[in-house]
Protein backbone atom coordinates (compact mmCIF):
# COMPACT_ATOMS: atom_id res chain seq x y z
CA UNK A 1 0.00 0.00 0.00
CA UNK A 2 1.21 3.13 -0.75
CA UNK A 3 3.19 4.92 2.42
CA UNK A 4 1.95 8.54 1.30
CA UNK A 5 -1.49 7.47 2.37
CA UNK A 6 -3.49 9.59 5.54
CA UNK A 7 -4.82 7.95 7.91
CA UNK A 8 -7.12 10.38 10.68
CA UNK A 9 -7.77 8.66 14.26
CA UNK A 10 -10.90 9.98 16.16
CA UNK A 11 -11.09 9.13 19.76
CA UNK A 12 -11.72 10.93 22.68
CA UNK A 13 -8.85 8.69 25.10
CA UNK A 14 -5.29 10.66 24.28
CA UNK A 15 -3.44 7.62 25.29
CA UNK A 16 -5.34 5.44 22.40
CA UNK A 17 -5.08 8.65 19.79
CA UNK A 18 -1.24 8.62 20.63
CA UNK A 19 -0.91 4.67 20.46
CA UNK A 20 -2.43 4.48 17.13
CA UNK A 21 -1.26 7.61 15.00
CA UNK A 22 2.89 6.25 16.19
CA UNK A 23 1.78 2.93 15.36
CA UNK A 24 0.63 4.05 11.80
CA UNK A 25 3.58 5.95 11.15
CA UNK A 26 5.94 3.61 12.23
CA UNK A 27 4.23 1.68 9.55
CA UNK A 28 5.18 4.50 6.94
CA UNK A 29 1.29 6.06 6.70
CA UNK A 30 0.89 9.82 7.26
CA UNK A 31 -1.10 9.68 10.55
CA UNK A 32 -3.22 12.24 12.51
CA UNK A 33 -5.89 12.90 15.56
CA UNK A 34 -9.21 14.51 16.65
CA UNK A 35 -10.52 14.24 19.75
CA UNK A 36 -14.24 14.06 18.90
CA UNK A 37 -16.33 13.41 15.97
CA UNK A 38 -17.23 17.04 15.72
CA UNK A 39 -13.34 17.83 15.41
CA UNK A 40 -13.05 15.11 12.83
CA UNK A 41 -15.96 16.44 10.15
CA UNK A 42 -14.22 20.47 10.63
CA UNK A 43 -10.33 18.96 9.78
CA UNK A 44 -12.40 16.50 6.86
CA UNK A 45 -13.29 19.74 5.32
CA UNK A 46 -10.47 21.06 4.89
CA UNK A 47 -8.27 18.19 3.64
CA UNK A 48 -8.95 14.66 2.17
CA UNK A 49 -7.93 11.53 4.27
CA UNK A 50 -7.91 8.21 2.83
CA UNK A 51 -9.04 6.45 5.53
CA UNK A 52 -10.42 7.06 9.05
CA UNK A 53 -10.48 5.49 12.31
CA UNK A 54 -12.95 6.17 14.85
CA UNK A 55 -13.96 5.32 18.23
CA UNK A 56 -17.49 4.59 18.44
CA UNK A 57 -18.24 5.72 22.00
CA UNK A 58 -17.53 9.20 22.71
CA UNK A 59 -18.79 12.53 24.16
CA UNK A 60 -20.99 14.35 21.53
CA UNK A 61 -21.53 12.90 18.45
CA UNK A 62 -20.61 9.25 18.16
CA UNK A 63 -18.90 7.21 15.87
CA UNK A 64 -21.75 5.86 13.98
CA UNK A 65 -22.69 10.32 13.87
CA UNK A 66 -19.36 10.54 12.37
CA UNK A 67 -19.51 7.65 9.52
CA UNK A 68 -23.16 9.67 8.47
CA UNK A 69 -21.62 12.97 8.09
CA UNK A 70 -18.48 12.19 6.36
CA UNK A 71 -20.37 9.92 4.00
CA UNK A 72 -22.59 13.40 3.03
CA UNK A 73 -18.97 15.42 3.05
CA UNK A 74 -16.18 12.47 2.01
CA UNK A 75 -18.60 9.95 0.72
CA UNK A 76 -15.04 8.23 -0.99
CA UNK A 77 -13.42 8.00 2.80
CA UNK A 78 -13.64 4.68 4.22
CA UNK A 79 -14.29 4.28 7.56
CA UNK A 80 -13.27 1.91 10.21
CA UNK A 81 -15.06 2.12 13.84
CA UNK A 82 -13.70 0.74 17.42
CA UNK A 83 -15.23 0.21 20.58
CA UNK A 84 -14.95 -1.37 23.63
CA UNK A 85 -18.44 -2.27 23.89
CA UNK A 86 -18.52 -4.74 21.22
CA UNK A 87 -21.63 -6.27 20.39
CA UNK A 88 -23.53 -7.89 17.62
CA UNK A 89 -26.21 -4.71 17.40
CA UNK A 90 -23.66 -2.23 17.04
CA UNK A 91 -21.51 -3.66 14.39
CA UNK A 92 -24.44 -4.25 12.49
CA UNK A 93 -25.87 -0.37 13.13
CA UNK A 94 -22.26 0.26 12.30
CA UNK A 95 -22.46 -1.23 8.94
CA UNK A 96 -25.68 0.21 8.27
CA UNK A 97 -24.49 3.65 8.94
CA UNK A 98 -21.89 2.87 6.17
CA UNK A 99 -18.79 1.85 8.24
CA UNK A 100 -16.43 -0.51 6.16
CA UNK A 101 -15.06 -2.38 9.08
CA UNK A 102 -15.57 -2.90 12.91
CA UNK A 103 -12.90 -3.65 15.28
CA UNK A 104 -13.37 -4.15 19.27
CA UNK A 105 -11.07 -3.09 22.25
CA UNK A 106 -8.77 -4.43 22.99
CA UNK A 107 -7.05 -5.68 19.92
CA UNK A 108 -3.90 -6.71 18.72
CA UNK A 109 -2.20 -4.02 16.35
CA UNK A 110 -2.09 -6.70 13.70
CA UNK A 111 -6.14 -6.16 13.81
CA UNK A 112 -6.34 -2.43 12.97
CA UNK A 113 -3.38 -3.06 10.57
CA UNK A 114 -5.25 -5.35 8.73
CA UNK A 115 -8.52 -3.22 8.67
CA UNK A 116 -6.68 -0.01 7.63
CA UNK A 117 -5.04 -2.14 4.91
CA UNK A 118 -8.22 -3.40 3.74
CA UNK A 119 -9.60 0.17 3.79
CA UNK A 120 -6.96 1.35 1.45
CA UNK A 121 -7.37 -1.12 -0.73
CA UNK A 122 -10.89 -0.28 -1.32
CA UNK A 123 -10.32 3.15 -1.28
CA UNK A 124 -7.75 2.47 -4.09
CA UNK A 125 -10.15 0.09 -6.01
CA UNK A 126 -12.75 2.56 -6.06
CA UNK A 127 -10.75 5.38 -7.10
CA UNK A 128 -9.34 3.15 -9.53
CA UNK A 129 -12.83 2.73 -11.30
CA UNK A 130 -13.67 6.41 -11.16
CA UNK A 131 -10.67 6.82 -13.60
CA UNK A 132 -11.91 4.52 -15.64
CA UNK A 133 -15.53 5.22 -15.68
CA UNK A 134 -14.11 9.14 -16.60
CA UNK A 135 -11.46 7.47 -19.32
CA UNK A 136 -14.66 5.66 -20.84
CA UNK A 137 -16.48 8.96 -20.76
CA UNK A 138 -13.87 10.79 -22.64
CA UNK A 139 -12.83 8.12 -24.99
CA UNK A 140 -13.16 8.70 -28.48
CA UNK A 141 -13.53 4.86 -29.58
CA UNK A 142 -14.87 1.37 -28.96
CA UNK A 143 -13.39 -1.74 -31.27
CA UNK A 144 -13.66 -0.06 -34.62
CA UNK A 145 -16.75 2.28 -33.62
CA UNK A 146 -15.38 5.80 -33.50
CA UNK A 147 -16.05 9.11 -32.25
CA UNK A 148 -16.69 11.62 -29.64
CA UNK A 149 -20.46 13.60 -30.42
CA UNK A 150 -23.16 13.31 -27.89
CA UNK A 151 -25.16 10.87 -30.05
CA UNK A 152 -21.94 8.38 -30.26
CA UNK A 153 -21.34 8.31 -26.77
CA UNK A 154 -24.83 7.27 -26.45
CA UNK A 155 -24.54 4.53 -28.84
CA UNK A 156 -20.81 3.43 -27.32
CA UNK A 157 -23.11 3.18 -23.99
CA UNK A 158 -26.09 1.13 -25.45
CA UNK A 159 -23.75 -1.22 -27.49
CA UNK A 160 -22.06 -1.76 -23.78
CA UNK A 161 -25.03 -2.34 -22.42
CA UNK A 162 -26.71 -4.66 -24.84
CA UNK A 163 -23.40 -6.76 -25.42
CA UNK A 164 -24.15 -9.50 -23.34
CA UNK A 165 -27.65 -10.41 -24.46
CA UNK A 166 -29.03 -12.10 -26.99
CA UNK A 167 -32.36 -9.82 -28.04
CA UNK A 168 -32.40 -9.00 -31.79
CA UNK A 169 -30.97 -5.36 -32.65
CA UNK A 170 -31.90 -3.26 -35.38
CA UNK A 171 -29.46 -0.40 -36.49
CA UNK A 172 -30.51 2.43 -38.24
CA UNK A 173 -28.63 5.27 -40.35
CA UNK A 174 -27.87 6.72 -43.95
CA UNK A 175 -25.15 4.47 -46.17
CA UNK A 176 -21.76 4.67 -45.16
CA UNK A 177 -22.48 5.52 -41.17
CA UNK A 178 -20.96 2.30 -39.83
CA UNK A 179 -23.92 -0.24 -39.08
CA UNK A 180 -22.00 -3.05 -40.08
CA UNK A 181 -19.18 -1.62 -37.24
CA UNK A 182 -21.99 -1.29 -34.37
CA UNK A 183 -22.85 -4.68 -35.22
CA UNK A 184 -19.61 -5.96 -34.84
CA UNK A 185 -18.75 -4.03 -31.84
CA UNK A 186 -21.76 -5.40 -30.16
CA UNK A 187 -20.56 -8.84 -31.01
CA UNK A 188 -17.14 -8.89 -30.27
CA UNK A 189 -17.62 -6.92 -27.02
CA UNK A 190 -20.15 -9.87 -26.06
CA UNK A 191 -20.62 -13.25 -24.51
CA UNK A 192 -20.95 -14.42 -28.27
CA UNK A 193 -17.41 -13.07 -29.09
CA UNK A 194 -15.57 -16.34 -29.35
CA UNK A 195 -18.50 -17.48 -31.81
CA UNK A 196 -19.05 -16.73 -35.69
CA UNK A 197 -20.43 -13.14 -36.66
CA UNK A 198 -21.80 -13.38 -40.35
CA UNK A 199 -22.89 -10.85 -42.32
CA UNK A 200 -24.91 -11.38 -45.19
CA UNK A 201 -25.77 -8.29 -47.81
CA UNK A 202 -29.75 -9.19 -48.74
CA UNK A 203 -29.56 -6.82 -51.80
CA UNK A 204 -26.38 -8.97 -52.74
CA UNK A 205 -28.07 -12.05 -53.44
CA UNK A 206 -30.71 -12.94 -56.06
CA UNK A 207 -34.32 -13.41 -54.03
CA UNK A 208 -34.25 -16.92 -55.40
CA UNK A 209 -31.19 -18.24 -53.60
CA UNK A 210 -31.60 -15.91 -50.73
CA UNK A 211 -33.78 -18.43 -48.52
CA UNK A 212 -31.45 -21.26 -49.59
CA UNK A 213 -28.08 -19.34 -48.35
CA UNK A 214 -30.10 -18.19 -44.95
CA UNK A 215 -31.87 -21.32 -44.08
CA UNK A 216 -29.33 -24.31 -46.70
CA UNK A 217 -30.74 -26.71 -48.50
CA UNK A 218 -30.89 -30.90 -49.28
CA UNK A 219 -29.75 -32.38 -52.09
CA UNK A 220 -32.50 -32.51 -54.33
CA UNK A 221 -34.15 -29.43 -53.41
CA UNK A 222 -33.69 -27.85 -56.53
CA UNK A 223 -31.90 -27.98 -60.08
CA UNK A 224 -28.30 -28.09 -59.46
CA UNK A 225 -28.81 -28.97 -55.15
CA UNK A 226 -26.42 -31.97 -56.11
CA UNK A 227 -25.20 -31.85 -52.20
CA UNK A 228 -26.84 -30.79 -49.25
CA UNK A 229 -26.02 -27.28 -47.85
CA UNK A 230 -25.77 -25.45 -44.49
CA UNK A 231 -27.34 -22.26 -44.09
CA UNK A 232 -25.92 -18.95 -42.42
CA UNK A 233 -27.87 -19.51 -39.71
CA UNK A 234 -26.34 -22.83 -39.03
CA UNK A 235 -22.78 -21.13 -39.96
CA UNK A 236 -23.36 -18.56 -37.23
CA UNK A 237 -24.98 -21.00 -34.17
CA UNK A 238 -23.73 -19.39 -31.04
CA UNK A 239 -22.91 -16.38 -32.56
CA UNK A 240 -24.21 -13.65 -34.42
CA UNK A 241 -26.12 -13.34 -37.64
CA UNK A 242 -26.23 -9.52 -39.37
CA UNK A 243 -28.61 -8.87 -41.75
CA UNK A 244 -27.69 -6.23 -43.65
CA UNK A 245 -30.26 -3.35 -45.94
CA UNK A 246 -32.93 -6.08 -44.14
CA UNK A 247 -35.66 -3.08 -45.25
CA UNK A 248 -34.88 -4.94 -49.24
CA UNK A 249 -35.84 -8.70 -48.04
CA UNK A 250 -38.47 -10.21 -50.27
CA UNK A 251 -41.92 -10.39 -48.78
CA UNK A 252 -41.96 -14.27 -48.53
CA UNK A 253 -38.62 -14.45 -47.12
CA UNK A 254 -40.03 -12.03 -44.48
CA UNK A 255 -42.55 -14.27 -43.16
CA UNK A 256 -39.98 -17.70 -43.00
CA UNK A 257 -37.70 -15.08 -41.07
CA UNK A 258 -40.32 -14.18 -38.44
CA UNK A 259 -40.99 -17.55 -38.26
CA UNK A 260 -37.20 -18.80 -37.32
CA UNK A 261 -37.27 -15.72 -34.80
CA UNK A 262 -40.16 -16.97 -33.22
CA UNK A 263 -39.68 -20.49 -33.07
CA UNK A 264 -35.76 -20.38 -32.86
CA UNK A 265 -35.31 -23.10 -35.51
CA UNK A 266 -35.05 -23.57 -39.29
CA UNK A 267 -35.75 -25.60 -41.53
CA UNK A 268 -33.62 -26.16 -44.89
CA UNK A 269 -35.08 -25.64 -48.26
CA UNK A 270 -36.98 -29.28 -49.31
CA UNK A 271 -36.31 -30.48 -46.01
CA UNK A 272 -38.89 -32.64 -43.62
CA UNK A 273 -37.29 -31.56 -40.09
CA UNK A 274 -36.57 -28.47 -38.23
CA UNK A 275 -32.87 -27.62 -37.07
CA UNK A 276 -32.75 -25.50 -33.64
CA UNK A 277 -30.77 -22.88 -34.09
CA UNK A 278 -29.30 -20.78 -31.47
CA UNK A 279 -28.08 -17.09 -32.80
CA UNK A 280 -28.60 -13.29 -32.01
CA UNK A 281 -29.78 -11.38 -35.04
CA UNK A 282 -28.65 -7.76 -35.36
CA UNK A 283 -30.42 -6.33 -38.77
CA UNK A 284 -29.30 -2.90 -40.43
CA UNK A 285 -31.16 -0.82 -42.57
CA UNK A 286 -30.85 2.85 -44.58
CA UNK A 287 -34.76 2.94 -45.25
CA UNK A 288 -37.43 4.42 -43.21
CA UNK A 289 -39.47 0.61 -42.02
CA UNK A 290 -42.44 2.43 -40.65
CA UNK A 291 -42.84 3.69 -44.71
CA UNK A 292 -42.20 0.67 -45.91
CA UNK A 293 -44.85 -0.88 -43.74
CA UNK A 294 -47.56 1.97 -44.22
CA UNK A 295 -46.92 0.69 -48.59
CA UNK A 296 -47.10 -2.94 -47.43
CA UNK A 297 -43.31 -3.94 -48.15
CA UNK A 298 -42.14 -4.85 -44.71
CA UNK A 299 -44.22 -6.72 -42.70
CA UNK A 300 -45.29 -4.84 -39.54
CA UNK A 301 -44.54 -7.99 -36.99
CA UNK A 302 -40.94 -8.77 -38.34
CA UNK A 303 -40.13 -5.21 -37.84
CA UNK A 304 -41.46 -5.71 -33.71
CA UNK A 305 -39.07 -8.63 -33.84
CA UNK A 306 -36.20 -7.38 -35.24
CA UNK A 307 -36.35 -3.71 -33.17
CA UNK A 308 -36.23 -5.06 -29.52
CA UNK A 309 -33.32 -3.05 -29.32
CA UNK A 310 -32.91 -0.19 -31.85
CA UNK A 311 -29.96 2.02 -32.68
CA UNK A 312 -30.07 5.03 -34.67
CA UNK A 313 -26.75 6.48 -36.61
CA UNK A 314 -27.45 10.28 -37.29
CA UNK A 315 -25.75 11.56 -40.68
CA UNK A 316 -21.92 12.96 -40.41
CA UNK A 317 -23.12 16.19 -41.05
CA UNK A 318 -24.66 16.57 -37.76
CA UNK A 319 -21.87 14.92 -35.69
CA UNK A 320 -19.07 17.16 -36.34
CA UNK A 321 -17.45 16.27 -33.33
CA UNK A 322 -16.73 13.02 -34.89
CA UNK A 323 -14.72 14.02 -38.18
CA UNK A 324 -11.57 14.95 -36.50
CA UNK A 325 -11.39 11.19 -34.47
CA UNK A 326 -12.45 9.67 -37.58
CA UNK A 327 -9.68 11.46 -39.79
CA UNK A 328 -7.34 10.54 -37.39
CA UNK A 329 -8.49 6.72 -37.81
CA UNK A 330 -8.30 7.09 -41.68
CA UNK A 331 -5.17 8.96 -41.32
CA UNK A 332 -3.19 5.83 -39.48
CA UNK A 333 -5.32 2.87 -41.80
CA UNK A 334 -4.44 4.57 -44.74
CA UNK A 335 -0.58 6.06 -43.97
CA UNK A 336 1.34 2.54 -45.09
CA UNK A 337 2.99 2.72 -41.77
CA UNK A 338 4.78 6.06 -42.40
CA UNK A 339 3.91 9.51 -40.33
CA UNK A 340 1.54 11.74 -42.17
CA UNK A 341 -0.73 14.09 -40.21
CA UNK A 342 -3.08 16.68 -41.12
CA UNK A 343 -3.31 20.64 -40.14
CA UNK A 344 -5.58 22.14 -38.12
CA UNK A 345 -7.20 23.95 -41.07
CA UNK A 346 -8.08 20.94 -43.11
CA UNK A 347 -9.91 19.34 -40.09
CA UNK A 348 -12.06 22.30 -39.59
CA UNK A 349 -12.88 22.26 -43.47
CA UNK A 350 -13.32 18.76 -43.10
CA UNK A 351 -15.86 19.69 -40.00
CA UNK A 352 -18.04 21.86 -42.03
CA UNK A 353 -18.58 19.68 -45.10
CA UNK A 354 -21.43 18.51 -45.91
CA UNK A 355 -20.89 13.93 -46.00
CA UNK A 356 -23.86 12.84 -47.84
CA UNK A 357 -21.82 9.52 -47.81
CA UNK A 358 -20.90 9.55 -44.46
CA UNK A 359 -18.39 7.77 -42.88
CA UNK A 360 -17.65 6.07 -45.84
CA UNK A 361 -17.13 9.28 -47.88
CA UNK A 362 -14.72 10.85 -45.53
CA UNK A 363 -12.14 7.72 -45.22
CA UNK A 364 -12.48 8.15 -48.95
CA UNK A 365 -11.53 11.88 -49.14
CA UNK A 366 -8.77 11.18 -47.12
CA UNK A 367 -7.11 8.15 -49.04
CA UNK A 368 -7.32 10.21 -52.02
CA UNK A 369 -5.40 12.94 -50.59
CA UNK A 370 -2.93 10.42 -49.08
CA UNK A 371 -2.22 9.20 -52.36
CA UNK A 372 -2.13 11.96 -54.57
CA UNK A 373 0.30 14.00 -52.04
CA UNK A 374 3.81 13.51 -50.85
CA UNK A 375 3.44 15.91 -47.87
CA UNK A 376 3.67 14.57 -44.27
CA UNK A 377 1.21 16.70 -43.14
CA UNK A 378 -2.10 17.30 -45.52
CA UNK A 379 -3.33 20.92 -46.11
CA UNK A 380 -6.85 22.14 -47.62
CA UNK A 381 -5.36 22.67 -50.70
CA UNK A 382 -5.19 18.39 -51.00
CA UNK A 383 -8.70 17.98 -50.37
CA UNK A 384 -10.99 17.58 -53.09
CA UNK A 385 -12.65 20.62 -54.15
CA UNK A 386 -16.30 20.14 -53.54
CA UNK A 387 -15.02 19.69 -49.65
CA UNK A 388 -12.90 22.75 -49.76
CA UNK A 389 -15.75 24.94 -51.16
CA UNK A 390 -17.52 23.96 -48.55
CA UNK A 391 -15.80 24.18 -45.32
CA UNK A 392 -14.95 27.92 -46.61
CA UNK A 393 -18.50 28.83 -47.23
CA UNK A 394 -17.72 29.54 -50.73
CA UNK A 395 -21.22 29.41 -53.07
CA UNK A 396 -20.52 31.39 -56.05
CA UNK A 397 -18.89 29.62 -59.33
CA UNK A 398 -16.40 32.88 -59.08
CA UNK A 399 -15.31 31.36 -55.62
CA UNK A 400 -14.82 27.89 -56.59
CA UNK A 401 -13.11 28.48 -59.90
CA UNK A 402 -10.55 30.85 -57.85
CA UNK A 403 -9.81 27.83 -55.60
CA UNK A 404 -9.39 25.49 -58.60
CA UNK A 405 -7.04 28.37 -59.70
CA UNK A 406 -5.30 28.53 -56.62
CA UNK A 407 -4.40 24.84 -56.62
CA UNK A 408 -3.08 25.30 -60.03
CA UNK A 409 -5.57 22.15 -61.59
CA UNK A 410 -4.95 21.58 -65.41
CA UNK A 411 -8.19 22.12 -67.42
CA UNK A 412 -9.25 18.28 -67.24
CA UNK A 413 -8.78 17.80 -63.67
CA UNK A 414 -11.56 20.65 -63.48
CA UNK A 415 -13.86 19.07 -65.83
CA UNK A 416 -13.44 15.43 -63.72
CA UNK A 417 -14.48 17.56 -60.62
CA UNK A 418 -17.36 18.95 -62.43
CA UNK A 419 -18.53 15.49 -63.71
CA UNK A 420 -17.81 14.15 -60.03
CA UNK A 421 -20.38 16.87 -58.26
CA UNK A 422 -22.66 15.79 -61.38
CA UNK A 423 -22.89 12.33 -61.10
CA UNK A 424 -23.03 13.01 -57.40
CA UNK A 425 -26.30 14.72 -57.72
CA UNK A 426 -27.87 11.90 -59.93
CA UNK A 427 -26.58 9.43 -57.35
CA UNK A 428 -24.52 7.91 -59.97
CA UNK A 429 -26.62 7.40 -62.87
CA UNK A 430 -24.49 7.80 -65.72
CA UNK A 431 -27.40 8.77 -68.65
CA UNK A 432 -28.96 10.97 -65.92
CA UNK A 433 -25.57 12.75 -65.86
CA UNK A 434 -24.63 12.32 -69.48
CA UNK A 435 -27.98 14.24 -70.18
CA UNK A 436 -27.35 16.90 -67.51
CA UNK A 437 -23.65 17.45 -68.96
CA UNK A 438 -24.99 17.46 -72.40
CA UNK A 439 -22.45 14.41 -73.72
CA UNK A 440 -22.97 11.67 -75.04
CA UNK A 441 -23.15 8.66 -72.46
CA UNK A 442 -20.12 7.07 -74.52
CA UNK A 443 -17.67 10.19 -74.03
CA UNK A 444 -18.50 9.63 -69.71
CA UNK A 445 -17.60 6.14 -69.88
CA UNK A 446 -13.78 6.76 -72.04
CA UNK A 447 -13.44 9.77 -69.75
CA UNK A 448 -13.95 7.62 -66.84
CA UNK A 449 -11.29 4.86 -68.56
CA UNK A 450 -8.75 7.62 -69.26
CA UNK A 451 -9.20 9.30 -65.84
CA UNK A 452 -8.38 5.61 -64.43
CA UNK A 453 -5.68 5.21 -66.24
CA UNK A 454 -3.82 8.45 -65.44
CA UNK A 455 -4.40 8.36 -62.12
CA UNK A 456 -3.00 4.95 -61.69
CA UNK A 457 0.22 6.42 -63.54
CA UNK A 458 0.22 9.28 -60.95
CA UNK A 459 0.22 6.35 -58.43
CA UNK A 460 3.53 4.35 -60.04
CA UNK A 461 5.26 7.49 -61.03
CA UNK A 462 4.44 10.41 -58.58
CA UNK A 463 6.21 13.63 -59.71
CA UNK A 464 4.34 16.15 -57.64
CA UNK A 465 2.56 16.89 -54.58
CA UNK A 466 -1.27 18.10 -55.46
CA UNK A 467 -1.63 21.68 -54.39
Not at 363 to 384: G, H, K, M, S
Amino acid sequence: MDSTCKILVVDDDLAMREMLTSMFSEEGYEADCAASADEAIERSRDEEFDAVLSDIKMPGRSGIDLVAALRELRPETPVVLMTAFGTIDSAVEAMRAGALDYVTKPFEPEVVLCAMERALERRALEQENRQLRRALDQTSQLGDLIGSSPAMREIFALVRRVAHNRSSVLITGGSGTGKEVVARTIHFHGSRADKPFVPINCTAIPEGLLESELFGHVRGAFTGAHTSKRGLFETASGGTLFLDEIGDMPPGLQSKLLRVLQDREIRPVGGNHTIPVDVRVIAATNKELREEIERGAFREDLYYRLNVIPIHIPPLAERPDDVPPLVEAFLTRHSDGARRSISSEAVKALCNAEWRGNGRELENVIERALALTDREELQVADLPLEHVGQASGSSSVVDRLHSCAVRNLTLEELQDLYIDEVMSLHNGNKVHAAAALGIDRKTLYRRAERRARREAAEHEHPTASVG
